[in-house]
């Protein structure tokens, strides 16, 4: 009869360690989710960020160069920002991807 008891006791504390376990892990996994949201709304704003920045430098250097030069100068400093404006998207996409895989 005190075996019987002992292994009641024992599976109830199981029982109760098992749930315990489940609830921490639920609040973990939750916790988780929040930090990787956050995580990953600044990374967004880093590329929005960095885009604007970008922009801005390529702007500019257009002025720069339409006060120096031509227009044709102008044009090819605003194709050329336009491109650096693409690659520092392109960059920040596998940035982005990148930090995601690790």
């Given amino acids: 009869q005190a075996a019987e008891g002992a292994s009641a006791a024992v599976a109830a504390a199981e029982k109760r360690f098992g749930e ?3 609830k921490s892990v639920a609040e973990h996994a ?27 430098q390529a702007q500019a250097r257009a002025q720069e160069q339409a006060h120096l030069g031509t227009e044709a100068q102008a044009q090819q400093a605003k194709a050329a920002a336009l491109a650096e404006v693409e690659k520092a998207k392109v960059a920040a996409a596998a940035e982005a991807e990148a930090a995601v895989q690790a």
Avoid: N, S, Y
């Avoid at 939750?30 to 590329?47: F, G, I, S, T």
């Fill in 20 to 22: 315990d376990l489940a």
């Fill in 30 to 56: 939750q916790e988780h989710a929040r930090l990787q949201a956050e995580v990953d709304a600044r990374r967004a704003e880093a590329v929005r960020l960095r885009e604007a920045l970008a922009l801005a």
